[in-house]
């Protein structure tokens, strides 16, 4: 059958938020037409990418998404008018604030991929996994999650074990 | 604690390929709320659906996740056969383990972690789902037709013909739009007002069809099903319930010498005037411009002819408010004209083809007056500046179409065949003039329309010339026209006496003022948007708003009449139930928390949000709040992602539901 | 080098502050006046909402004057009734934050009575309130304002505040953190916010923080973990600093009032700065209908989006 | 304990005599009295039982010890330009010139602390209670004598009708080392709620800097004993050096009583609208009290696996009394501002015998809208 796949050290959590007739249609296209490729990302389905809350992003990110990708529809594809030059100012603010907290942007794409494009989706979600292997886990949010003011903390030996597991 | 059922579905070996579905369904079972969980080979054929409704009531499941092919494949399904068993439609999710797990990725054991997080994800997000009702508004079983051409007339006539009243609004005073002044009609060559003024009086005449000529639209509220249109009647000064149609006051206006439009400025009316004899209602109106009873206040002829005493220098313009369930857009287009370069033209000039300098230089519409039997000529092909029979004339195609560098690059698409049809008729009342045509291509899909073209040249001597002109200048009376003719390599120089040129069709000015009072979309060169290029081209996006003719791009007649008969079909469809049932993924407002920014309002598409006020008991008002109207929410959500108290949420797709996703991961 | 801010007009200013006050409420003109009075402590002032004549007197202007009293006309502010037209003393910057709430339809202007303060400047903290201003004791806003002179006021006294050329902190601080890596930029911030005891004393004293409920209050879902931990409290801020975004117009109440020393109005100036690049827009200079995160257009820079 | 029984809180211990309600009025505001209830004060602070000296350099060397022990030794430090009490890395850096922005009670009232936790499973919920015995050893640094105060007074509350295991294992776990106060600034006001800035209340050993350095000390229980037994080599004896100049608050002394008593009478009282309608109902006075201690507990976490925590919570705050129905019976900022007065001067009196106010003034200082507790208490003592 095929050849044995090469194992990685570190398989990345990619998260996707894909709006559900563009590019959610052009990932049911890549599957169709048996398309291959990495199945690091897990996908999450919104009407439009106007419905794409910057929070989400936050919280991917704070549940241990190593990277997160946006998707939609190219501009003037909207379903929905207008939703996707919403998404896109909104993010293109959001993105220079993570940055200036420290967020590496690296691990943030954002595409406009639209139902014919199988290959696109292929291709994107690809190359932010394989990106995102290569600079590793994104440890600064779950180190943030196991940190405790001082005053609350216990030093016990889960914690430890917690730390050192990131 | 929620009763989850999951569902794996094998989908024969498509998933169970690759995806251990008895792994993912053993695993998802241990996932908190799961109550159930199998798996089993095709689930959307009868007997898996069976077993699905099945468990759900022996099981009592609360929710139900069925894990299988894409959502925009079987989501439906499922639901209905939920919603069979007795449980909400909306309390059912598919978990897509085909499309985007077992056919992309070859790992089985890789491709079975995925689908277990996959169902995982769907499982949490379901707790969340909540009951959704169906949403239903009702549906005023009234239409508006926007323009009075033959578009508009067409969809009227159909949509009244089937029992529902129309309100016709035309801007010119009569009904009849550019259909009435063409000459003949291509491919068959019958007269246009031939058959065009017996559908001009259906419509006087019809019982469901309210016409108001010389009226605009003010103003559009409310949603499919619900809309209250404003409509300003212009002043005519004449009263139409006492106006006889005598035409008394026409004859004695004393002033007559006032280019009538409708022949292009060719003839004369006076200040009082139907626009052409036929009209419809045959009603005069007043040009107060020209008029001099309004200019001086002296004479006043026209009233004191008037045995009816319809004539009514004091009348004003009136506001009418008609509610309609549905909107039909016919507005039509505007010939681009040569002689003056209208206000905001894409176009960037065509000075070199004489541009208005030249009067035997005309446009296409100018040559349908002259060859009319009802036109300023009485139907003889004659120049505008001697009056003398042309006997050499040169029409020129695509002046402002498919021209990027002039400022538009579509096809107008009636020009090839217009532009035959006037070497026919030229060549039957000049039988010894000679037509030449300078063309780029000649474009005839349409059923005869090739055939047509050909005998324009074969038989009617018209002599087609590939290329475009370069230059035209008068020379004496004549007009030298120079170009080339690229099928031969050389310069061709024509000594012509008339010219004909045939311009771009446009949409009418003012279109994106129009479009914006209905809320609906627009290209670029001021075209209505459908829903669907191929599979809505009567839909705006908009709901209940229709679009026919050349509003919506160039089109000729046999096509803009399909396309009425096929917009009063979807008005018909509409109207049919008497409430509207729609998917209830909308926008809704708490408005406990709602602050009044209206933030939603600005970033809605749809103008699906208005201001609500909230007050007490004693009437004082507390505050003032979004609301979204179900009836017109598209159901994007882009107000909830901006809403700073997330107090919108979208039905379907709450914050809730998508926290809950991104936990489980 | 320390440099003395000349705020002698400041004496001249209150007084012509107390008498067009004074002179709105007899004739009726307001219902109340929001402005400053002293308190107890040696040079320190406090907001204070007046709605008899008599009480005029009361108004001052000081250095001390820090607040921005915009957050009193706004509804989160339930206690100040208001009915009838309304008097307030406006800095320049608190100007911006009233023309912003006018946007967003939380106040109509004819509802207010606009008594503009010329202003050289205010502190920075009044944990002392008697400091002298010098550009070490100045608010880092107003190194940077331009608005010392309030425009399209309903009253302006006619002194004119004296405002030297003053070192940019906030355009310096951005740029020294842009040019860090993100690792260390996420130290740095890592490190304030952890100080973080989630207070809300920023959110509260903020104008555009008129919610009525928080988007950080409501549970279902939990947005953004409410206990004061390095996590809470990050993301926290993130959210705050986006809801903001296109709508601050820098009064930097936010910075002045926390009583950890978090930067914050840095990400606030980092998101105009970045506003005004990438759409040209600064907020508080005209009543907008839309601001540039509610509006759009088809040509937005997508350099971003593959 | 009745009303009427004399004057209330710390003064009462200490108060020699027992006089009648009308005498007890009079002495109450000559100046005579208020030193002399002072110097009562400080003699009962005599109430010592063993008296050290410190050298600075031993002081550190101390903190250096107790850190290499295992010890965790919690002072004021700075952290990203912010005066905090936090655990040393080391006693290069103490800073003692500054009170900290936060007060001592977060060694024993944590801003936030894990209560428990949770894990489900199927049907299953699986829950995990923290175990208080693995609280760390701590040493108190360089505590204001107004954060010390404050300790004694909380004990009450979390010993009250339920037993807080979480603060009284961590009082239990912690010595505090106290430090007389020699700066003050025109928002302190100790010496009003009857404190002083040599106030050794709470302390279980108290440092007073000397004239020519180091520091005086005294110790007031086991636990200060104890510190100083175990390291007794970096002790020595007392040497008569005089006391640096304390700090000298400039607020006279509040009638308590009184206070108390226009509270009792004044739950709706029209001055509740002109002292808080300034005030924007954030938490920042309430988390800078050394003496505030309200906490919420929430839930943390995902559908699987979570904590619930206790994190501080302020009276100021809208949520605060919001009721799940959407009613909130304190539903406008002037409500929520009388119940931190009433809280602090009345309700903990009322069930305490105490006040919950020790003067430190932080409130004062950091209230975004300059809301000033001492201006308003001195009003009410007007009234």
Request: some cysteine; proline content about 5%; charged content about 25%.
């Amino acid at each position: 059958m095929h050849p044995e796949k090469l194992k990685h050290d570190f398989e990345p959590k990619i998260i996707a938020f894909v709006c559900t007739w563009c590019t959610y249609a052009g990932a049911d296209l890549a599957g169709t037409s048996r398309m291959q490729y990495p199945a690091n990302v897990r996908v999450l389905k919104f009407p439009c990418t106007g419905r794409i809350d910057p929070v989400f992003i936050l919280k991917a990110f704070q549940q241990g998404a190593d990277g997160v990708l946006v998707s939609g529809c190219h501009p003037g594809d909207c379903h929905y008018i207008a939703g996707n030059f919403h998404a896109r100012r909104r993010f293109a603010a959001f993105r220079k604030l993570l940055e200036f907290v420290g967020v590496d942007l690296e691990r943030l794409q954002f595409s406009w991929v639209s139902a014919a494009e199988g290959g696109k989706w292929v291709e994107v979600v690809t190359d932010l996994t394989e990106k995102v292997r290569n600079m590793g886990p994104m440890t600064e949010f779950k180190e943030l999650a196991l940190e405790e003011q001082w005053s609350g903390t216990i030093d016990t030996p889960e914690l430890k074990e917690a730390y050192n597991a990131i | 604690m929620s009763r989850i059922g999951v569902f794996v579905c094998h989908c024969g070996e498509n998933i169970s390929r690759t995806v251990d579905v008895e792994r993912v369904a053993a695993q998802v079972g241990k996932m908190p709320g799961v109550a159930f969980a199998t798996d089993y080979k095709y689930m959307c054929s009868d007997p898996g659906q069976t077993l699905l409704k099945k468990t759900i009531q022996e099981q009592k499941l609360s929710h139900v996740v069925v894990a299988a092919c894409s959502p925009r494949m079987h989501e439906k399904t499922f639901r209905k056969a939920v919603e069979a068993a007795g449980l909400n439609p909306y309390l059912c999710e598919m978990a897509n383990i085909r499309e985007h797990c077992s056919w992309v990725h070859e790992d089985k054991q890789e491709a079975t972690a995925k689908a277990i997080e996959i169902v995982g994800m769907l499982v949490e997000r379901v707790k969340k789902n909540r009951v959704l009702p169906t949403i239903t508004v009702p549906v005023t079983k009234r239409s508006l037709v926007i323009g009075g051409g033959i578009a508009g007339i067409q969809a009227a006539l159909d949509i009244a013909d089937a029992g529902h009243h129309v309100v016709l609004v035309e801007r010119d005073p009569s009904i009849g739009g550019h259909m009435a002044q063409l000459s003949e009609t291509f491919p068959t060559l019958d007269c246009s007002q031939c058959i065009m003024t017996p559908k001009m009086v259906d419509v006087a005449n019809h019982p469901n069809i309210t016409l108001y000529s010389y009226s605009e639209i003010e103003q559009v509220d409310g949603y499919i099903g619900n809309f209250q249109v404003t409509i300003r009647r212009k002043a005519r000064s004449v009263d139409e319930d006492k106006c006889t149609g005598c035409g008394v006051c026409m004859e004695k206006c004393p002033v007559k010498k006032i280019p009538n439009k409708f022949d292009c400025n060719l003839g004369m009316r006076p200040a009082i005037y139907v626009p052409f004899p036929q009209a419809v209602p045959n009603t005069p109106v007043i040009d107060r411009d020209n008029c001099i009873k309004f200019k001086t206040g002296k004479c006043g002829l026209c009233q004191k002819v008037c045995g009816p005493g319809a004539v009514d220098y004091e009348q004003e313009d009136r506001l009418v408010v008609e509610p309609v369930g549905a909107i039909v857009v016919a507005t039509g287009f505007d010939l681009y004209t040569i002689d003056e370069k209208p206000k905001g033209s894409m176009i960037k000039g065509y000075g070199e083809f004489g541009h208005g300098k030249i009067p035997d230089v005309i446009d296409g519409m100018t040559f349908e007056r002259l060859a009319s039997a009802s036109g300023p000529t009485g139907g003889k092909i004659l120049r505008p500046s001697d009056g003398k029979e042309p006997k050499q004339i040169v029409f020129i195609q695509c002046i402002g179409s498919r021209a990027r560098e002039k400022g538009i690059s579509y096809c107008s698409k009636v020009c090839c065949m217009y532009t035959a049809k006037h070497t026919m008729l030229y060549h039957h009342k000049v039988h010894d003039g000679q037509a030449y045509v300078f063309f780029m291509d000649a474009r005839t899909p349409g059923k005869a329309y090739d055939e047509f073209w050909r005998r324009s040249i074969e038989e009617e001597e018209a002599v087609y010339i590939r290329g475009m002109v370069s230059r035209l200048y008068q020379k004496g009376d004549k007009i030298v026209v120079m170009g080339s003719d690229i099928a031969v390599g050389v310069q061709v120089e024509i000594e012509a006496d008339m010219v004909v040129l045939a311009t771009a069709i446009q949409p009418r000015t003012g279109a994106d003022s129009l479009a914006q009072k209905l809320g609906i979309s627009y290209d670029k060169y001021n075209f209505y948007s459908e829903a669907h290029a191929k599979l809505r081209p009567v839909e705006c996006a908009t709901a209940g708003i229709y679009l026919v003719g050349a509003c919506q791009g160039p089109k000729d007649i046999p096509d803009t009449v399909s396309q009425a008969s096929a917009a009063a079909a979807k008005v018909m469809t509409l109207f049919a139930k008497d409430k509207l049932e729609r998917e209830p993924i909308v926008a809704r407002v708490k408005e406990a928390g709602c602050v009044g920014c209206f933030a939603c309002k600005k970033v809605c598409a749809y103008g699906a949000v208005e201001e609500k006020e909230i007050r007490d008991r004693q009437g004082n008002l507390i505050k003032v709040v979004a609301y979204v109207n179900p009836g017109v929410c598209g159901g994007c959500g882009t107000c909830q992602a901006t809403c700073p108290s997330k107090s919108v949420e979208l039905d379907g797709y709450t914050d809730e539901q998508i926290v809950a996703m991104i936990e489980a991961l | 080098m320390t440099q003395t801010i000349d705020t002698t007009i400041y004496a001249a200013v209150s007084e012509a502050i107390q008498a067009e006050a004074k002179r709105i409420l007899t004739a009726g003109e307001v219902t109340a006046v929001v402005g400053y009075a002293a308190a107890r402590r040696k040079g320190s002032a406090q907001p204070i909402v007046i709605t008899s004549a008599v009480d005029a007197q009361k108004l001052i202007f000081t250095p001390a004057c820090v607040n921005n009293l915009a957050v009193y006309l706004t509804k989160a502010k339930k206690e100040i009734p208001k009915s009838g037209r309304i008097g307030i003393v406006v800095k320049g910057c608190d100007l911006k934050a009233l023309v912003g709430l006018m946007g967003e339809s939380q106040l109509k202007r004819e509802q207010l009575y606009l008594i503009g303060v010329p202003c050289a400047g205010v502190l920075a903290s009044t944990i002392q309130p008697d400091t002298g201003l010098t550009s070490d004791s100045i608010a880092p806003k107003c190194l940077e304002c331009d608005a010392h002179l309030p425009q399209g006021c309903d009253f302006v006294p006619t002194q004119t505040p004296v405002s030297p050329e003053l070192e940019k902190k906030y355009a310096a601080e951005i740029a020294r953190l842009e040019a860090l890596t993100p690792q260390e930029r996420w130290a740095y911030w890592k490190e304030q916010f952890s100080k973080c005891i989630k207070c809300y004393a920023c959110r509260q004293v903020c104008p555009f923080c008129f919610c009525e409920q928080c988007l950080c209050d409501r549970n279902k879902p939990q947005m953004v973990d409410t206990t004061p931990r390095p996590a809470g409290n990050t993301a926290w801020h993130i959210v705050r600093a986006m809801h903001l975004a296109g709508r601050c117009a820098g009064c930097a109440e936010c910075e002045r009032v926390c009583p950890m020393d978090i930067p914050l109005n840095l990400l606030n100036r980092k998101m105009a700065k970045e506003l005004k690049e990438l759409y040209d827009y600064e907020a508080g200079f005209q009543v907008n209908d839309k601001g540039p995160l509610n509006s759009y257009t088809e040509k937005d820079d997508q350099s971003f989006i593959k | 304990m009745g009303k009427t029984e004399g004057c209330k809180g710390l003064t009462k211990k200490y108060l020699p005599l027992v006089l009648t309600p009308k005498e007890f009025k009079f002495l109450f505001f000559s100046k005579v009295f208020v030193s002399s209830v002072l110097s009562v004060l400080s003699v009962a602070n005599k109430g010592f039982r063993m008296q050290k000296y410190i050298t600075e350099q031993n002081l550190n060397t101390l903190l250096d010890k107790l850190i290499a022990e295992g010890k965790r030794v919690v002072a004021p430090r700075m952290n990203a330009g912010t005066p905090l009490y936090e655990p040393l890395k080391n006693s290069g850096e103490i800073i003692i010139d500054q009170l900290p922005r936060r007060s001592g009670k977060e060694a024993f009232f944590p801003l936030c602390e894990d209560i428990m936790s949770y894990t489900k499973e199927g049907q299953k919920v699986e829950l995990k209670d923290i175990d208080p015995s693995r609280f760390p050893e701590t040493v108190l640094v360089g505590v204001r004598p107004c954060d010390a105060a404050a300790i004694p007074v909380l004990d009450a509350v979390f010993s009250w009708d339920y037993k807080d295991e979480f603060f009284l294992e961590r009082r239990k776990k912690t010595t505090i080392v106290g430090l007389a106060c020699t700066k003050a600034d025109d928002a302190c006001f100790c010496t009003a709620v009857g404190l002083s800035p040599s106030d050794t209340k709470g302390s279980d050993l108290f440092l007073t800097p000397l004239e020519g350095g180091g520091y005086a000390c005294e110790t007031f229980s086991d636990k200060g004993e104890t510190l100083i037994n175990s390291h007794a080599g970096l002790f020595s004896e007392p040497n008569n050096a005089k006391t640096v100049a304390l700090a000298e608050p400039g607020t006279e002394a509040f009638d308590l009583q009184k206070v108390k008593a226009w509270l009792d009478e004044h739950f709706e009282d029209p001055a509740w609208d002109s002292i808080a309608t300034r005030c924007v109902g954030c938490g920042a006075c309430a988390f800078v009290c050394p003496a505030c201690h309200c906490f919420d507990i929430v839930d943390e976490g995902t559908e699987k696996s979570g904590k619930r925590r206790k994190n501080w919570d302020a009276c100021g705050f809208w949520k605060f009394t919001h009721h799940a129905s959407g009613h909130n019976p304190r539903d406008q900022q002037p409500k929520r501002y009388r119940n931190r007065i009433m809280h602090k001067f009345k309700y903990y009196d009322d069930k305490f015998g105490q006040t919950l106010c020790t003067g430190c003034g932080r409130c004062i200082r950091l209230c975004p809208v300059g809301i000033d507790i001492a201006a308003i208490v001195e009003e009410i003592s007007k009234k």
